[in-house]
């Protein structure tokens, strides 16, 4: 086989087997609702690791709730915040779990429905300076 040859056939073979993998994979499945930046953390707290597990499962099934994430234990927690696993602090330290809400549901009033019957820490990455404070004052 002549040596232009040669490469002229590898590459053309290249080409045909990235065409086949590219007919072969399944392309990316769009998800429902606007896409948004993942400004809020809205997090729930729970005395003990059965009362997450139990929230956590009937969250999966909740409309407003696109999907529940991080579920720690009360141990994971501890040895997460201080790196021991000492008996005395895990007793202290709560079980956790991420809530990222629906498209369309606002995670501030999720988090104001979820406080009625958990305790929630709610943060906003995505929350500009000049937003009121706690207090309703403006910042700035």
Known sequence: MPSTV????VAAALVLAAAAVAVVLPRHQPVPGTPTAYCT?????????EDMRATAERLRGDPRVREVRDQRTKADNHR???????AAGTALTPASLRVVEAPGVDPADLAGQLRDEHRVNLSDACRD???????????G
């Open 80 to 86: 997460l915040l201080t790196g021991a696993s000492d």
């Open 41 to 49: 953390d809205l997090r729930l707290l729970f005395a003990t690791d």
């Open 6 to 9: 040669r490469p002229l056939t």
């Open 129 to 139: 300076t000049g937003d009121t404070d706690e207090s309703g004052d403006a910042g």
